[in-house]
């Protein structure tokens, strides 16, 4: 399961499992998050969201709060490295607000 959870200069991306000798709870550990190509830090601050496919691919989208577009990214390997974050609102009066990431099938 991942999650975005916010710090206090950037939200980050955070995998909770449990591990095989565990019998209860959650072991959060923190993944790598995509740069914004806007300029904030990770994931900015404004309505991240991450999802996964049945493949186990990982993909994360965002608002960055530098230029207020909407981003996405994907990662292949549970996010130690991602794609280059791709523009995907068109809206020139950047207005765009709460993206939502959807999983589907492997592709």
Not at 24 to 35: H, K, R, S
Not at 44 to 67: E, H, I, K, M, Q
């Amino acid at each position: 399961m991942y999650e975005v959870r916010t710090a206090p200069d950037h939200e980050r991306i955070w995998k909770a499992s449990v591990a095989p000798d565990q019998r209860t709870g959650l072991v959060f550990t923190e993944v790598n998050a995509p740069t914004s190509p806007g300029g904030s830090i990770g994931l900015g601050r404004l309505f991240s969201d991450v999802a996964t496919d049945s493949a186990g691919n990982l993909y994360a989208v965002w608002v960055d709060t530098a230029n207020n577009n909407v981003y996405l990214s994907s990662s292949i390997n549970q996010g130690t490295t991602w794609t280059t974050p791709v523009q995907v609102n068109g809206d020139p009066a950047n207005s765009n607000v709460m993206p939502w990431a959807i999983r589907g099938a492997q592709e």
